[in-house]
């Protein structure tokens, strides 16, 4: 569909007489409606407005386009205005627009206002063409621009898309594979297809890789997107242009992104048999910190499943066994049901650290250093210094192989395929096992002794505090560095016995979505007929403890959206503390329910703190301009 089969002679007016923002939207709603395209300009209207108030459409550079998608939309259509005065349109630039276009779309067509807007957006950022509407003489001549303009702009670009193949490619991956991976890939996706741009993405998510590249992919492919929060195999993409970014660029910056991937100038990507992680070039320079916390969420991604399965299947051997009050200390392993579950669970819940440790490793040194991180993630948990000291022993094994691997690089060339069957784990596993046994263990299980009993010991109050801080964290960036930080605190804690922390943090980061979601069901009039219909699936994303579900309208009102989530997150957290609930999942939302402790008060701490936070958000929101 063309510009132009959307714009009709009697929606255009080329010297409107119009003095604010609210006489725009008024007239082109009238030119809307004089093109036959609204069954009802009034409610439409109101659709345009409630757009108006999540976020201005006055792009900068003297151009506007409101636009909405609406029920009041009998066809999609097109109404175009010229103020050669100007007038004040809250545009991004500050300055008067002059050139305004109206997009209209029915609720029922996918996209398609946004589909339009991306090709006018286009075509009128070239300064010389926008400047040729505003000064056109007639509206046949307005047309006659567009249509030109759009059949040179757009025809042009399959000559120089290759015709076998695609021409950009993606990866896409977060620590815990459930939300952001799939969100910077449609955002990526739906970029691409307004640009033009045959595009292929694989999402590595928490079910594996989908929609996996192949070699040909890769070959026939002008540069490839990394957006990840923890490393993905890059050996594939030796001799390529590589970019990498966050997972958030991916879903934020996407547009940015794939300009850049088809601009010729992103270096070649060269592996090397030593990192997977170092040696290649990167759209942004990654700090220390940055580097650190990838390498971390590698092992805790690849942690998670042996801790969920393991966690739930532990707090199951309790629900289904019988208290003996004469032997306290068999409690989950008494009647045969709950032995097969505590033993089950308790395997899969043994390779915790030392999974975590050996992919930590391996983000730093590669397959290597994945023996010798197992090995010290093994021995942390057998010398006490429990998950902190796995920690430590990931860093420690990636590092003590990358030294080995430096160390050994001038052995002559004809004993490079003993090096990673003998030389790196022979001695990565010794080294490893001197600095754990002698350095790491003695301090770190101390300090780990005491952390463990001063959380037990602590005052209620105390207590509560620590339910305030660590519910809190889970809404300040909901996914991003805090909230992992809370929840690897959480897991640490849980594999050292103590539960109470780790459902503070699931009850703080079920709360984000649960919270805009009953907003957006009895507050409505503060959001828009798209939010509103996105806040249902909030109650699915919040329930199932997929804080992530809160990002998009946290990205599009930041300043009303996480203080409010901070404080029902909090409040939850601290709730959870003082009613003494416990907690041997690490995930689950209400599907483990049935394994917590004091299952009735945890609820009430999440339904308390949800609704805090959506009276605060209510609060903070006003009642959309209709």
Aim: glycine fraction near 12%; include cysteine.
């Amino acid at each position: 569909m063309r510009i132009t089969d959307l714009l009709k002679l009697n929606s255009i007016s080329l010297d409107a007489k119009v003095s604010d923002k609210k006489g725009a939207i008024d007239t082109l709603a009238d030119l809307m409606e004089k093109g036959g395209n609204l069954s009802d300009k009034e409610t439409y209207k109101k659709a345009v407005f409630a757009r108006e108030e999540s976020g201005t459409t006055g792009l900068g550079d003297g151009i506007a386009t409101p636009h909405a998608k609406s029920s009041a939309v009998k066809e999609a259509g097109l109404a175009a205005m010229v103020i050669k005065d100007g007038i004040e349109f809250d545009s991004l630039d500050g300055q008067p627009a002059r050139l305004f276009f109206m997009i209209a779309a029915p609720d029922t067509a996918a996209d398609l206002h946004v589909e339009v807007l991306s090709r006018l957006a286009t075509l009128i950022m070239d300064p010389e063409f926008k400047e040729a509407l505003i000064l056109a003489k007639s509206k046949e001549e307005f047309l006659k621009l567009i249509d030109t303009k759009e059949a040179g702009k757009f025809n042009a670009k399959p000559e120089t898309t290759p015709t076998d193949g695609y021409r950009v490619l993606a990866v896409t991956a977060c620590p815990t594979g459930i939300a952001h991976t799939f969100m910077a890939a449609e955002s990526l996706e739906q970029h691409a297809k307004q640009m033009g741009i045959p595009f292929k993405v694989e999402t590595n998510g928490s079910g594996g890789a989908k929609n996996t590249l192949t070699a040909k992919d890769i070959k026939n492919a002008e540069c490839i997107i990394i957006a990840a929060d923890k490393n993905v195999e890059m050996a594939r993409f030796n001799g390529k242009p590589v970019i990498q970014t966050k997972v958030s660029n991916g879903i934020n910056k996407a547009e940015e992104l794939l300009n850049k991937a088809i601009s010729g100038t992103v270096p070649i990507y060269n592996h090397t048999a030593n990192t997977d992680s170092a040696s290649f070039d990167s759209d942004e320079s990654e700090s220390v910190g940055r580097q650190i916390y990838k390498h971390l969420m590698n092992g805790v991604s690849h942690m998670l499943p042996f801790v969920i399965g393991g966690g739930i299947l532990i707090a199951l051997a309790f629900l289904f066994d019988v208290f003996d009050p004469a032997n306290p200390s068999k409690f989950g392993s008494n009647t045969p049901l709950a032995a097969f579950f505590m033993g089950v669970g308790g395997a899969s819940f043994g390779f915790m650290l030392p999974v975590l440790a050996g992919f930590i490793a391996m983000s730093i040194a590669d397959r290597p250093g994945l023996a010798v991180g197992f090995v010290g993630g093994a021995l942390a948990n057998s010398g006490g210094s429990g998950f902190l000291g796995a920690l430590l022993a990931g860093f420690a094994a990636g590092y003590i192989v990358l030294g080995l691997k430096k160390i050994s690089s001038g052995l002559p060339q004809t004993l490079e395929g003993i090096k990673p069957v003998l030389i790196y784990p022979l001695l990565g596993v010794f080294f490893m096992g001197v600095l754990i046994t002698f350095i790491i263990n003695p301090p770190v299980a101390g300090i780990n002794t005491w952390m463990m009993d001063t959380l037990k010991n602590m005052d209620p109050s105390s207590r509560i505090l620590l339910g305030v801080i660590f519910g809190g964290m889970m809404a300040v960036d909901m996914g991003g560095p805090v909230n992992k930080a809370a929840y690897v605190i959480g897991t640490g804690a849980l594999a050292n016995g103590e539960f109470g922390v780790m459902a503070s943090v699931m009850a703080g980061g079920m709360v984000p979505p649960l919270a805009i979601a009953l907003c957006t069901t009895f507050f409505g009039n503060r959001f828009t007929e798209s939010d509103r219909k996105s806040g249902i699936t909030n109650y699915i994303m919040g329930l199932s403890f997929i804080t992530e579900g809160a990002i998009p309208f946290a990205a599009a009102d930041p300043l009303r959206v996480i203080p409010s989530c901070i404080i029902g997150s909090a409040t939850a957290g601290a709730l959870s503390m003082a009613f003494g609930c416990t907690l041997r999942a690490p995930h689950g939302g209400i599907f483990v329910v049935p394994t917590i402790g004091n299952p009735l008060m945890y609820l009430a701490a999440i339904a308390i703190g949800s609704v805090v936070g959506m009276i605060l958000l209510a609060i903070l929101k006003k009642p959309l301009t209709k």
